[in-house]
C-alpha cells in the first residue's frame, strides 16, 4: 500500500507556513521528500533515515517519527516557487530499497 | 552538468504499434529505474536495473520490458501499447538502493492513438 499524504491540496497567500504529513501503515526505513511542478520531473528535496530526525533548508524542513511511521514537510514563509505537487516516497524494510510514493499534495501559492 | 536525458521528450504512437523510450546518465549511477505516472497520480516503479541485474515489479505489465546495455544507457520497450497506456514515462537514476536519492529525467509523455 501506498503511503497516505494530507492534506491533499493547499492553498497559501505567499509568507504563509504549511504542513504537509505523510503516514504508512507499515514500518519505514527511511522517508524521501520530492516537489514536482507541472510537466516537470520531480526534484528531491530530502530523505530522513533514522526515527526522531529533522532535516532542513532553506526554509523547508522535515521530521520523521519512527515510532509513528509518519513524516511531516514544513514549508515556511512560502514563496511563489513552492508551488507544485509534493510527494512524499516511502522505503520499507525488506522491499529491497524500492520506493513508493504518497498520492502527493498539491500545493499553490498566491500573491 | 551531469543529468538523466530522456528521449523524445513527446511520442506519439497507434494502438498495438511497439514503441522504445530511451534514457541516459552521465552520472555514472549504478541503478536506473523506470517509473509510469499517469495524470494527477503518484509515479509508479515499473522496474529497475542494479548494474546489470534486472527487478521487474510484479505488477508490471507483461506489455512492457527492458533494456540496459551499458551503464549509461536505459530503454523502455512497450510491444503492443493500449490507449491505457498513455502516460508520463519518468526514467530515474541513483548511485546505490536505499536510501540513496534518486536523480530523475524530465520524462516523455507518450500519447497512444
Known amino acids: 500500500q501506498q503511503p497516505v499524504q494530507s492534506p491533499q491540496a493547499v492553498i497559501l497567500r505567499e509568507g504563509e507556513d504549511a504542513v504537509i504529513n505523510c503516514s504508512s501503515s507499515?514500518?519505514?526505513?527511511?522517508v524521501h521528500w520530492y516537489r514536482q511542478k507541472h510537466g516537470e520531473a520531480p526534484i528531491f528535496l530530502m530523505i530522513?533515515?533514522?526515527?526522531?530526525e529533522q532535516k532542513g533548508h532553506d526554509k523547508i524542513s522535515a521530521s520523521f517519527n519512527e515510532k509513528k511511521q509518519q513524516s511531516s514537510l514544513y514549508l515556511t514563509a512560502s514563496q511563489l516557487s513552492y508551488s507544485g505537487t509534493y510527494f512524499c516516497?516511502?522505503?520499507?524494510?525488506?522491499?529491497?530499497?524500492?520506493?513508493?510514493f504518497g498520492q502527493g499534495t498539491e500545493l499553490s501559492v498566491k500573491p | 552538468d551531469a543529468m538523466v536525458i530522456q528521449n523524445p521528450r513527446y511520442q506519439v504512437t497507434q494502438f498495438g504499434k511497439p514503441v522504445t523510450l530511451s534514457c541516459s546518465q552521465t552520472l555514472n549511477h549504478n541503478v536506473m529505474y523506470w517509473y509510469q505516472q499517469k495524470s494527477s497520480q503518484a509515479p509508479k516503479l515499473l522496474f529497475h536495473y542494479y548494474d546489470k541485474d534486472f527487478n521487474n515489479e510484479a505488477d508490471t505489465p507483461d506489455n512492457f520490458q527492458s533494456r540496459r546495455p551499458n551503464t549509461s544507457f536505459c530503454f523502455l520497450d512497450i510491444r503492443s501499447p493500449g490507449l491505457g497506456d498513455a502516460a508520463m514515462y519518468l526514467c530515474a537514476t541513483s548511485r546505490g538502493t536505499s536510501p540513496d536519492e534518486q536523480y530523475f529525467g524530465p520524462g516523455t509523455r507518450l500519447t497512444v492513438t
Open positions: 507499515k514500518a519505514l526505513y527511511s
Open positions: 530522513l533515515l533514522k526515527g526522531g
Open positions: 516516497g516511502a522505503i520499507r524494510y525488506n522491499q529491497g530499497g524500492k520506493l513508493i
